[in-house]
């Protein structure tokens, strides 16, 4: 990691959980994630490990996903647990009464 963030180290490959937990990565300016954990915060904290406090660079963050895989269906969790954090944070529960059980079930089961 420090020869990474201090010379001309062009790559750094790290898994996500091992990316989530106290590290420094001033030295990226890309960010590529190939492989979306369930919980999108979990994703993201490994994200904001190139965007920590002297960071001088703009940094571009990439999610490759192949269409019908198994990481696609993580990605549409996240995505419809995050619309639905955010309608329980702006009060909307109005749309959680018209869900169907099951929708409610698929989206809550992890």
Sequence with gaps: MKA???DDTSVF???LKAGGV????TGADVVIHYDPWWNVAAQNQATD???RIGQQKKVIVYKLIVKHSV???IMKLQEAKQNLADKVIH???NHLGSMSKE????????
Excluded: M
Aim: glycine content about 8%; overall charge negative; hydrophobic content about 40%.
């Design 4 to 6: 990474f963030n201090e």
């Design 71 to 73: 990481e696609e269906k």
């Design 22 to 25: 106290g590290l420094n990565l």
């Design 49 to 51: 490990r190139a965007h």
């Design 13 to 15: 490959l790290i898994s």
């Design 91 to 93: 009060g909307e529960t």
């Design 103 to 110: 929708e409610l079930l698929e989206i809550l089961d992890v």
